[in-house]
Structure formats: C-alpha cells, structure tokens
C-alpha cells in the first residue's frame, strides 16, 4: 500500500471516532482524534491503563500548538525547535481538547513530529493525534510493530502498513514539564 494510500485510511478511521496503531517519530503508537473523548477512553481501556495516567497527542506544526495551549511559553519554542531528539512538552493551559485527555491540573503533553510519516498524519487530521505506546500498560513500549502484543492489534481499528518491516531500536520521547513560573522539570531524558 502507497504511504498516502495508508495515511488516507488512517485519517478516515480517526474522523469516524476509531483508533489505529501507527509508526512515530519514537515508538508504535496508538493513535486516535485528541478531541474525541470517546475515542480517547477506548484507548485507555485498549491500554488497561488508569485515565488518571496522560497520554500524549502529536501535532505537526507550530501553529498546531497554539491551537490547543492557551500560553505557550516562549522557552517551549526554543525547546521544540532546537531538542535533538523528540522531546515531549508537558504545558499548562490545554484547551479545545478531550476532557479525559487534558491533566487534572490543565496540563497537556503535547509534540511537534518531525518524522514524515507521522507528521503528514497529523496534517492530514488538522487536529492532534493521540500518541500512546502500543503496549498494555507496565508492559514495554512496541519498538517495532513486530513488538506489538496480539491484543493490541487486535482492538484497533486499523493498523497501519508504513515501516512495518522496520527492526531498529526506537526509545520514547523525552518529556519536560514547564510550570507557570517559568520552572523546568525533566520528567524522562
């Protein structure tokens, strides 16, 4: 199947409230619409994961962002533009986005993707996408879509061709939490 055949069929998936699993710019990822609070819960249960636990949504611009934060701090851009490596940004102020989605103080954990496959995915959608390790939680992240357990596969709606054959080591994305007061936190490396 063509990538944008596979990105097409993803897009359609997530619009209609399904849930898919896809390659990122870190892990396998299950991947649903951030604004859809339906879609967002049957991730956690896919995941048998507490909602009280946030997940991640990936965005594919900067104007994304702003969309979705209501004050982004002017370090979060320096820090997306310049981190070499994915780094995740835990920010206050989330809105336009699933309720059970959004941290029980405000917060949204949220990533500019800038691997090809996941960022036209999120262009195509117009919206965040969820992005969760395609794992059941305490379990290891999938690396690979070799790594993804049967029941996961199982429980998605559509799962995606792109790096299927892929078997190199992929680690998470770093996360820093940036408080209201300009404070700086580094929850993963």
């Not at 990122?24 to 049957?42: K, S």
């Not at 249960?45 to 594919?60: G, P």
């Not at 061709?161 to 770093?174: L, T, V």
Request: aromatic share 6%; proline share 5%.
């Amino acid at each position: 199947m063509k990538t944008e055949d596979d990105i097409r069929q993803a897009v359609e998936v997530m619009r209609r409230g399904g849930v898919i699993l896809y390659p990122t710019d870190t892990v396998w990822g299950l991947g649903c619409d951030a604004t859809n609070a339906e879609a967002v819960a049957r991730i956690y249960r896919i995941k048998q994961r507490d909602d009280s636990k946030a997940m991640i949504c990936l965005v594919d611009s900067d104007a994304r962002v702003q969309r979705y934060v209501r004050d982004v701090p002017s370090v979060a851009w320096d820090l997306f533009e310049y981190a070499d490596k994915p780094t995740t940004l835990i920010l206050d102020g989330a809105v336009n986005l699933a309720p059970n989605l959004v941290g029980g103080d405000g917060s949204i954990a949220i990533r500019i993707t800038r691997e090809d496959f996941s960022r036209e995915l999120c262009y195509r959608m117009q919206k965040p996408v969820v992005s969760t390790s395609a794992n059941i939680s305490g379990e290891p992240a999938a690396q690979n879509y070799c790594d993804i357990p049967a029941a996961i596969l199982e429980a998605v709606d559509y799962v995606c061709f792109s790096r299927r054959g892929e078997h190199k080591p992929h680690k998470p994305s770093a996360i820093i939490r940036l408080g209201k007061g300009g404070e700086v936190a580094i929850i993963r490396k």
